[in-house]
């Protein structure tokens, strides 16, 4: 089993920055990928960065690119997502997530079996 509990998020304004944690417990990560999802209201959950645990490779959104930039920090098992340039259409719940088997880089929600609870980012215009 893997607990994950995700904080940093909050209402900011167009332009501005926030910074997303994922802390992670139970088993090891080591040889599993990393991943942030969001959903928007009335919107399906959609992508937005992966990471492998061990090599820390990593995947962006096309929409995020630039912008976002997923990390990780290996001694403290935690996952980041810093977020600059934020735009109202970025405004959603934001998961992070923990596969269950070794896949790399995945996109898919289904591939992911641990979520946590969500975090709020709200940006206003």
């Known amino acids: 089993q893997v607990q994950l509990v995700e904080s940093g998020g909050g209402l900011v304004q167009a332009g501005g920055s926030l910074r997303l944690s994922c802390a992670a417990s139970?088993?090891?990560?080591?040889?599993?990928?990393m991943g942030w999802f969001r959903q928007a209201p009335g919107k399906e959950r959609e992508f937005v960065a992966a990471?492998?645990?061990?090599?820390?490779?990593?995947h962006h959104a096309a929409f995020v690119k630039g912008r976002f930039a997923i990390s990780r920090d290996n001694a403290k098992n935690t996952m980041y997502l810093q977020m600059n340039s934020l735009k109202p259409e970025d405004t959603a719940i934001y998961y992070c997530?923990?596969?269950?088997?070794?896949?790399?880089?995945?996109?898919?929600?289904?591939?992911?079996?641990?979520w946590g609870q969500g975090t709020q980012v709200t940006v206003s215009s």
């Open positions: 990471i492998t645990w061990s090599a820390g490779s990593t």
């Open positions: 997530a923990v596969t269950n088997y070794y896949i790399g880089i995945s996109t898919s929600a289904s591939d992911y079996g641990y």
């Open positions: 139970g088993r090891t990560l080591a040889t599993y990928t």
